[in-house]
C-alpha cells in the first residue's frame, strides 16, 4: 500500500530564516511525486512533480529534491506570502495520488 | 472563471437528507475526481473516473456515490448525510503528463451535516 508521511506537521518562522520540509513516501513502481501549496479555504494548488531519484525543480524561493525514500521541499529567505499548508504525494502504479497530511508553514514578518 | 467549479461552496444540511455536490471543468481533462479533506488527515479519495464511461472507489466511498454526466461535469451524491460526513470536499481533474497525473484542484464544498 502507498503511503507518505510529511514532518513536521506544523512549522514557524521569522522571515527569511531558511528551513526544509520532509515527506516520506513508500510507493510500488513511482510514476511521479507531487509537491502542493493550499492556502486556507482554497483548493491545492500545483508547485511541482519530480519523476526519479536524484531530480531537482525550483521555483522562486522553493526547492524541491528527491531520493527514493523521501523528498525535500526546501524554502530560502521565506517571505510571510510563502505562510501555507504545503501537501506531498505520491503516484505509483495504481494511477492514484496519495497525499500525506500536509505541513502547515507560517512565516513571520 | 475558474477552470474548476463546484456547487454549492458551502451547504448546512441535516442527517438523513440527500445531498449533492456539483463540480464542472473547462480543462478539457478526461480524469477526474472526488477528495474529501479533513483536518490532520489530509486528503482521502473518494471516487475517481477516467473517462465517461469509467467509475472506480477510491478509499473511502462507503456511503457515497457519483455520477459522470459529460467529460466536463463529475456530481458526488451522499443519499443520507450523517455528522460524520461533514468536511470539505474537492473536486479535481488531471492530465497525463509523462505518465503522471498532475491534478488542479477546485475551490472546495465546504459540507456540514447536523
Known amino acids: 500500500e502507498d503511503q507518505v508521511t510529511q514532518s513536521p506537521e506544523a512549522l514557524r518562522l521569522q522571515e527569511g530564516e531558511s528551513s526544509s520540509l520532509n515527506c516520506s513516501y513508500t510507493v510500488s513502481g513511482l510514476r511521479g511525486l507531487f509537491w502542493y501549496r493550499q492556502d486556507p479555504g482554497k483548493g491545492p494548488e500545483f508547485l511541482f512533480t519530480?519523476?526519479?531519484a536524484g531530480e531537482e525543480k525550483e521555483k522562486e524561493r522553493l526547492k524541491a529534491t528527491l531520493t527514493k525514500k523521501e523528498s525535500f521541499l526546501h524554502i530560502t529567505a521565506p517571505k510571510p506570502e510563502d505562510s501555507a499548508t504545503y501537501l506531498c504525494a505520491v503516484q505509483g502504479g495504481a494511477q492514484k495520488l496519495v497525499f500525506g497530511q500536509g505541513t502547515r508553514l507560517t512565516i513571520n514578518p | 472563471d475558474a477552470d474548476v467549479t463546484q456547487t454549492p461552496r458551502n451547504r448546512i444540511t441535516k442527517t438523513g437528507k440527500r445531498i449533492m455536490l456539483e463540480c464542472s471543468q473547462t480543462?478539457?481533462?478526461?480524469?477526474m475526481y472526488w477528495y474529501r479533506q479533513d483536518p490532520g488527515l489530509g486528503l482521502q479519495l473518494i471516487y475517481y473516473?477516467?473517462?465517461?464511461?469509467?467509475?472506480n472507489k477510491g478509499e473511502i466511498s462507503d456511503g457515497y456515490s457519483v455520477s459522470r454526466q459529460a467529460q466536463a461535469k463529475f456530481s458526488l451524491s451522499l443519499e443520507s448525510a450523517i455528522p460524520n460526513q461533514t468536511a470539505l470536499y474537492f473536486c479535481?481533474?488531471?492530465?497525463?503528463?509523462?505518465?503522471?497525473?498532475?491534478?488542479?484542484f477546485g475551490a472546495g464544498s465546504r459540507l456540514t451535516v447536523l
Open positions: 519530480l519523476y526519479s
Open positions: 473516473s477516467f473517462d465517461v464511461k469509467d467509475i
Open positions: 480543462k478539457g481533462h478526461d480524469r
Open positions: 479535481a481533474t488531471s492530465d497525463f503528463r509523462g505518465g503522471a497525473n498532475v491534478l488542479t
